[in-house]
């Protein structure tokens, strides 16, 4: 049995940056992840004038809750998703100019939902080049509150970034929702609000924020339960076991769910309630299933598939093709490098065999994606072969990745 020690949830951690930074007094996180996204983000309230104290095994944030302490500033947010629509979010309920701008795979992605939003709620905010599109300039003098619809069908940051700054509005939020994704992020969302002194109402398909703040915690950052995936891939597919300390019955994520689908698939699957055991049995079953909550982790299936009885088919997973890359279209690019039959639709992909019955090892064009590149890892413990243009952009969310996958590989395979 191996026992691997996953670094800090990276949706966590961006979540409790914003929240410390918002409260009322200092607040220490205890395990946050260090990777480039949650540096970034670091980095990004630093720029803002936030003191972030940062030791190896914990943060402290001197919380704000006028807003950031500089009246004018400009914050590169790298590839960050949350960094880049999150701290926009932020310095809007403050007083300054803040010009935002990010790299160029992030300056693709959409941001369109949540600035119309937040200039629905009044906030000046400007969009310097492409409409909807990073690099932008946000004119902050508070934000009133309201009423505000908001289509989350692309991402659920959007309505998380809204949620988030309820509590700093002079009047609350009701915030609309037309359409949502990943519901389970969401729920981190509330219950991480809720742990800093701040609730979360429901009316249907309204959220209901009332003003009044955050208040200073310690917080203590679990495990990531995304990267977590490609550990308990690896167990289903050599027939070995891992067992992920800190992730159990009681944990936040949503992307625990993906050991659901590998016990469909045939795997034994055991949910304590601080841990999390995977073993392979030797085989996995064809399995259709739904990801839309847990998209994330579409990739990590994806990569395993070649390896089941029968085809695999993921479904409502559209939003996967406005992340870091369109992640539908590069797997299936890859698994038919591979030598593996693969059909995609609009929000679905299809795996079913390699024409000779197994894959055959390949160059892995990652996009400089990290979820690529982690879910082919675990292709390649089965498929000699297997190497990476762009192995070095895991450092996103976990720079340790290939010394620790090498390490289980030894405990699994030998």
Not at 133 to 153: C, F, I, K, S, Y
């Amino acid at each position: 049995m191996a026992l691997v020690d996953i670094p800090g949830s990276k949706s966590i951690t961006a979540r409790a940056l914003f929240l410390a930074a918002a409260a009322d007094g200092v607040t220490t996180l205890q395990r946050p992840l260090r990777s480039d996204d949650t540096e970034g983000f670091a980095e990004g309230l630093t720029r803002l004038g936030y003191r972030v104290g940062r030791t190896p095994g914990a943060w402290q944030v001197d919380g704000r809750p006028q807003g950031p302490a500089l009246a004018e500033a400009d914050v590169y947010c790298r590839d960050g998703a949350t960094t880049a629509r999150f701290l926009p979010t932020l310095a809007a309920a403050g007083h300054g100019v803040y010009r935002f701008d990010a790299s160029p795979q992030m300056r693709r992605r959409p941001l369109l939902p949540l600035t119309r939003a937040l200039r629905d709620l009044g906030v000046d905010l400007r969009h310097e080049a492409a409409e909807g599109h990073h690099p932008l300039t946000v004119r902050a003098a508070g934000v009133e509150g309201g009423e505000v619809v908001l289509d989350a069908g692309q991402s659920s940051q959007y309505l998380t970034a809204l949620l988030l700054l309820g509590p700093l509005t002079r009047t609350g939020l009701r915030i609309t929702v037309t359409d949502l994704v990943s519901v389970p992020y969401v729920e981190i969302t509330i219950a991480m609000m809720r742990a800093f002194g701040a609730e979360v109402g429901r009316e249907g398909d309204t959220y209901v924020v009332p003003p009044g703040g955050y208040r200073a915690t310690t917080y203590a950052i679990e495990p990531d339960a995304s990267t977590a995936s490609y550990f308990f891939a690896a167990a289903a597919v050599t027939g070995g076991e891992v067992t992920v300390p800190g992730l159990g019955a009681g944990a936040l994520q949503g992307d625990l769910g993906f050991v659901d689908v590998l016990r469909r698939m045939g795997a034994r699957v055991d949910v304590g309630a601080d841990r999390t055991t995977v073993a392979g049995t030797g085989e996995l079953h064809g399995v259709t299933v739904n990801m839309r909550d847990i998209s994330d982790t579409m990739p990590t299936l994806a990569a395993i598939a070649p390896f089941a009885s029968g085809p695999v088919r993921i479904e409502d997973v559209a939003n996967t093709r406005v992340k870091e890359c369109d992640r539908l279209e590069a797997c299936a690019e890859n698994l038919r490098r591979l030598g593996v039959e693969v059909a995609t639709g609009d929000d679905w992909i299809e795996i079913r065999s390699a024409a000779d019955g197994s894959p055959t090892g390949a160059d892995i064009k990652t996009y400089g994606d990290h979820r690529i590149v982690m879910s082919f890892a675990v292709t390649g413990l089965r498929v000699p072969g297997i190497s990476f243009d762009d192995p070095g952009c895991v450092r996103k969310t976990f720079p340790g990745f290939h010394e620790a996958f090498a390490e289980l590989r030894k405990d699994l395979i030998g």
